[in-house]
């Protein structure tokens, strides 16, 4: 074989271009074979690389899985309010609901199970920091119209309609839309706008 007839070797890139080509073919191998059918060798031929290539930026599945997807969540979730609390909050449930649907309740639980503790940061900026930067905005929005008092939420109470979601993500395998609402209208309304 000719080294212009191996992909791995035809195609020199470096930085990264190099690393884009990985997690895009990440990505590809990932929603066509699911994370158990996930190789380094279906990445590399994918990516046209080798495997010592990639074995050179990670060291597990769940690093490039992580990274990957990192790289894809961000702008997928509400930026601006839609005037009330009722519906931001039921916005923001809906695309964390699309969000995991799209990567797949499997992929999510081997993902977790295979993360180990010098990935967790990565995990928590994939899972927690976009969508707990997104309640925010909810919650500041709402205070500003006086839905909510002027005191401070605790952050148990503030965090809360993200922890039911994932809670109904992880243990039921999907959030669907009347979820969100009994979510929203049953706990989460009447607790963050109490005024204690």
Same mark, same amino acid.
């Given at each position: ?20 080509? #990985?997690?895009?073919?990440? &990505? ?8 158990? /059918?996930?190789?380094?060798? /279906?990445?590399?031929?994918?990516? @046209?690389?080798?495997?010592?290539? #990639? ?6 599945? *769940? ?18 309010? *839609? ?13 964390? /609901? ?40 909810? &919650? ?16 148990? #109470?503030?965090?809360?309609?993200? *922890?039911?979601? @994932? ?6 395998? @999907? ?7 009994? #979510? ?13």
């Amino acid at each position: 074989m000719s080294e212009h007839s191996d992909p791995a070797r035809a195609t020199r890139r470096s930085g990264e271009e190099l690393r884009e080509a #990985i997690l895009d073919a990440v &990505l590809c191998e990932l929603f066509e074979r699911g994370y158990a /059918g996930l190789t380094f060798d /279906g990445i590399a031929q994918r990516a @046209h690389t080798s495997k010592p290539v #990639i074995y050179r930026r990670y060291a597990t599945r *769940a690093q490039l899985v992580l990274d990957a997807l990192v790289r894809r969540a961000p702008a997928d979730l509400p930026s601006a309010s *839609a005037g009330d609390l009722r519906t931001d909050l039921m916005e923001l449930g809906l695309a964390l /609901g699309s969000r995991f649907e799209q990567i797949g309740i499997t992929t999510v639980r081997r993902l977790i199970a295979d993360v180990d503790d010098d990935l967790l940061p990565q995990l928590a900026e994939l899972a927690a920091a976009p969508a707990e930067a997104a309640l925010q905005r909810v &919650l500041d929005a709402a205070r500003a119209r006086g839905e909510l008092g002027p005191e401070p939420l605790p952050d148990r #109470i503030a965090k809360l309609p993200l *922890a039911l979601w @994932h809670h109904e993500m992880l243990f039921i395998g @999907h959030v669907d839309e009347a979820a969100v609402a009994d #979510i929203v209208d049953r706990i989460c309304l009447p607790l963050l706008t109490r005024r204690v």
